[in-house]
């Protein structure tokens, strides 16, 4: 039979950790838990939840140091540990002081049975501890399964729908005629144990993942070392050439290395560190469930073992680490090179080339430089505009025609000469597709040949003019401003595969993104971005602007703010979501002011800018 020791400590212990309290808070529901407990289940959220009723507690400031702590426990735990038990061994009445306690057997012992207790051959491997480690409260004692109505009574069943153990008497008397569902209580602690095994292999293989994945970027991180080093030598070997004459421009470059080594460094240790996190919190995690296999448990403590064995199993769920983010990173690096200058009396040793820009945060903008100022043909009247292969840039005509620029500005080609054309786009076999001012989509070889394809659009009376682009897998978005919806068609013609609906944005101008299903509307003076099932994302709008915006080849996004009372034209650069990321071209006057234009970027790295009849090309690099 258990003491009033064991007792009384086995309902002074956490339902969590099943030691002695430490440090008892207590929930709004009443229930209590040591501090260390609910700071591990807290992590840093703001509200924790109980593990047994499963009711929300706000952390006051975030702080579970500031959550109601319970006196009366603290007071009662401090007691008992300074109150040492009596021999439960002895069959004497004048019971000893316990100075030992055993695991296995669940006896607390005095001096000479402990002794006794060692020599016994079959008690030799059982495990004792001193009575100081039972008092502190780091050992807990061992329970019994009892029932709860019958305390003499052994807890020979258990009750799935009450979590908890009950004798065989209340079991066939009481729960199973309520419709409760009886098991044998061994069998149970089967399942709990077996349970926690397969979350504990669960816990080792995502820890594995984690772990390859930073062993993964420390990979990168050394690749990304050795290039940067590259850099300094070459450097290095100019600077030398150059000597003192040369030591502000050396200083300057290797503070621009340093910068962009900073900037991957940091974006690799914040891949590595969430990883980190990640397994400590796992682990976290993983200790706190495997203290359901110190069974049996009450029914508190069978509560708040489930709701930790759950809260595991979805954090488990959670998508792996994307590897992806490091090579990209990498990848980034090996675009950036030195060039050295080669006339001795420039008072600079080279210059950093590729993606640097971005290092200074976005506060220096890149040079620029007007590379062409075109008058289009008397006859033109610009509708559109869009990045041709063979690095051109088609310009189609209301009045007819499709023009074809080279990135320095000079009129190649005209095709299409009698179609009006109002959108045209290309596919990746070179193909184009072109509609028309009626909303009529035609197919035309790469040698401009027109096929044998019937597209079934909205005529201009029932759907209104908009926009036109082409996917990554060739897929034809056609848009229309009356009814402001896209239709989807594959190059194949026929009826659309599917409708996307914004009812908020008319579609006059629409560009896809190339990774991802995303597309980029320019809707009255917004730009906004839609998801793949056409819902809207982000919007990007500035006051007296209106925005004019195009997808780049690597899915980042420029905006022409046109400022139309001053014909002054800004370019800045954004992510896909639509963050700015830095200004391209700042304030540039434009001849002639009207209210439609068309932004697109040459493969070649130049933007390309056009009015109703001027062509403006800016080279960025």
């Given at each position: 039979m258990a003491t009033f020791h064991q007792i009384i400590s086995q309902n002074l212990e956490c339902p969590i950790c099943l030691t002695l309290f430490n440090q008892p808070k207590s929930l709004s529901c009443s229930h209590t838990f040591c501090k260390d407990c609910l700071q591990l289940i807290s992590q840093t959220q703001k509200t924790i939840t109980c593990p047994i009723c499963r009711k929300?507690?706000?952390?006051?400031?975030?702080?579970?140091?500031?959550?109601?702590?319970?006196?009366?426990?603290?007071?009662?735990?401090?007691?008992?540990?300074?109150?040492?038990?009596?021999?439960?061994?002895?069959?004497?009445?004048d019971k000893s002081p316990a100075v030992s306690y055993c695991k296995d057997c669940g006896k607390y012992m005095c001096d000479s049975c402990e002794k006794g207790h060692s020599f016994w051959n079959p008690l030799t491997t059982h495990s004792v501890v001193a009575m100081s480690e039972v008092l502190s409260g780091k050992v807990p004692l061992r329970r019994r399964r009892k029932c709860r109505k019958h305390p003499n009574d052994d807890g020979e069943c258990f009750c799935t729908r009450c979590q908890e153990y009950v004798?065989?008497?209340?079991?066939?008397?009481?729960?199973?005629?309520?419709?409760?569902?009886?098991?044998?209580?061994?069998?149970?602690?089967?399942?709990?144990?077996?349970n926690i095994k397969?979350?504990?292999?669960?816990?080792?293989?995502?820890?594995?993942?984690?772990?390859?994945?930073?062993?993964?970027?420390?990979?990168?991180?050394?690749e990304i070392a050795l290039m940067m080093r590259k850099l300094n030598d070459?450097?290095?070997?100019?600077?030398?050439?150059?000597?003192?004459?040369?030591?502000?421009?050396?200083?300057?470059?290797?503070?621009?290395?340093?910068?962009?080594?900073?900037?991957?460094?940091?974006?690799?240790?914040?891949?590595?560190?969430?990883?980190?996190?990640?397994?400590?919190?796992?682990?976290?995690?993983?200790?706190?469930?495997?203290?359901?296999?110190?069974?049996?448990?009450?029914?508190?403590?069978?509560?708040?073992?489930?709701?930790?064995?759950?809260?595991?199993?979805?954090?488990?769920?959670?998508?792996?680490?994307?590897?992806?983010?490091?090579?990209?990173?990498?990848?980034?690096?090996?675009?950036?090179?030195?060039?050295r200058y080669e006339k001795v009396n420039e008072l600079c040793l080279g210059e950093l080339e590729g993606d640097t820009w971005d290092v200074q945060g976005g506060d220096v903008s890149p040079p620029w430089d007007v590379k062409a100022d075109v008058e289009l043909p008397s006859e033109t009247f610009m509708s559109c505009m869009v990045r041709?292969?063979?690095?051109?840039?088609?310009?189609?005509?209301?009045?007819?025609?499709?023009?074809?620029?080279?990135?320095?500005?000079?009129?190649?080609?005209?095709?299409?000469?009698?179609?009006?054309?109002?959108?045209?786009?290309?596919?990746?076999?070179?193909?184009?597709?072109?509609?028309?001012?009626?909303?009529?989509?035609?197919?035309?070889?790469?040698?401009?040949?027109?096929?044998?394809?019937?597209?079934?659009?909205?005529?201009?009376?029932?759907?209104?003019?908009?926009?036109?682009t082409v996917d990554r897998d060739d897929n034809i978005y056609v848009a229309y401003c009356y009814l402001r919806k896209i239709q989807v068609f594959t190059p194949f013609g026929g009826v659309a595969v599917r409708d996307m609906v914004c009812d908020r944005y008319p579609h006059e101008q629409i560009f896809s993104f190339h990774n991802t299903g995303k597309l980029i509307l320019k809707a009255a003076s917004h730009t906004v971005c839609l998801g793949g099932k056409g819902k809207k994302e982000n919007v990007l709008k500035k006051e007296g602007m209106s925005a004019f915006p195009a997808v780049c080849r690597d899915d980042s996004v420029i905006v022409a703010w046109v400022k139309n009372a001053k014909s002054l034209v800004s370019i800045d650069r954004y992510t896909s979501d639509l963050k700015h990321v830095h200004n391209i071209i700042s304030d540039f006057k434009i001849q002639w002011s009207s209210c439609w234009y068309i932004l697109q970027e040459f493969e070649s790295g130049k933007i390309a800018f056009c009015t109703l009849n001027r062509l403006y090309i800016f080279d960025t690099i």
């Open positions: 929300g507690t706000p952390i006051p400031s975030g702080d579970v140091n500031k959550l109601q702590t319970n006196i009366l426990l603290s007071f009662l735990v401090d007691k008992l540990k300074i109150t040492s038990p009596i021999c439960t061994v002895c069959e004497m009445d004798c065989l008497r209340c079991g066939m008397l009481a729960h199973v005629p309520a419709g409760h569902q009886i098991e044998e209580a061994a069998i149970h602690e089967d399942k709990l144990i077996k397969e979350l504990k292999e669960r816990v080792k293989s995502e820890k594995t993942i984690f772990e390859n994945n930073i062993d993964f970027i420390e990979t990168h991180r050394n070459d450097i290095d070997k100019a600077y030398e050439e150059y000597m003192q004459l040369l030591s502000a421009s050396r200083e300057s470059l290797k503070s621009q290395v340093k910068q962009c080594s900073e900037k991957f460094e940091k974006e690799l240790q914040a891949m590595e560190e969430e990883s980190y996190q990640a397994i400590h919190q796992m682990n976290a995690m993983e200790e706190l469930v495997t203290n359901g296999m110190k069974v049996p448990l009450d029914r508190d403590a069978l509560l708040s073992h489930d709701t930790l064995c759950e809260n595991l199993k979805s954090f488990l769920g959670r998508a792996d680490p994307d590897d992806r983010s490091p090579r990209g990173v990498t990848e980034r690096t090996q675009k950036i090179s030195f060039r041709a292969p063979g690095g051109k840039m088609a310009l189609g005509s209301y009045n007819g025609g499709i023009h074809l620029f080279s990135p320095d500005g000079r009129l190649q080609q005209t095709v299409l000469k009698d179609v009006r054309v109002r959108r045209i786009g290309f596919l990746s076999d070179g193909r184009s597709v072109a509609r028309d001012m009626n909303n009529k989509v035609s197919l035309y070889t790469p040698q401009w040949e027109k096929l044998d394809v019937t597209f079934e659009t909205l005529s201009r009376d029932k759907g209104g003019l908009g926009g036109l």
